[in-house]
């Protein structure tokens, strides 16, 4: 009888693999073998579909970024008999301020203000307006400053005294308090006296610290 008609198979299995197939149960196996039996029913219905799981839980929120603040300027002014100020930005506890003094020629200076313990660091690139060697001799190209609540000058730019009188410095660096640090990216010029005898025009930006 061929074993797909039988509803039940049989079989002797021998411990060395040696297996001996029944449509009905033997009386006995042989000596050393062991009956076994299985279901030989085609493939039953699909079960259902089990229910969905419940949702995960949201993840926590990461933390604040870092505040921060950006200003841009751009001021111009002469020189008087007397130096003139102007205020150019205050933020991270740094105020910083143009004065445009003169002697002879202009003389624009950047000033700063800040909590005790802070330091400036300002590098500045100077060429005159024709982009050559400045003909008067200028201050150090790096800056290296203590700020405290008394003004300090961060930056200083003299003007030529014979054409072309006007020198220009590209300035880069940062000024740090103990809470926070103040980076200024700038273009200061100094020039023959008028209206832009003295001009610094950038920008700055604060990252607490």
Known sequence: MPAAQASTLYGCLGKGGSFHLYTKKPKKCKKGEKLISWNSSGVGAKGKNGTNGTNGTNGTNGAAGQPQTAVSFNVSSNFGGSPITTPLFSIGGVSVKLTCASFVVAIPEIEATAPAGGFSEIGA???????KTPE????????DVSLSSSSAIVMKLTANTKAPLANIAHIDGSLTTPTAVVFIDAFVEANESGPSACTVKGSAFTIPV
């Open 125 to 131: 690139v100077i060429t005159n307006s024709a982009g």
């Open 136 to 143: 008067v001799e200028q201050n150090p190209s790096i800056f």
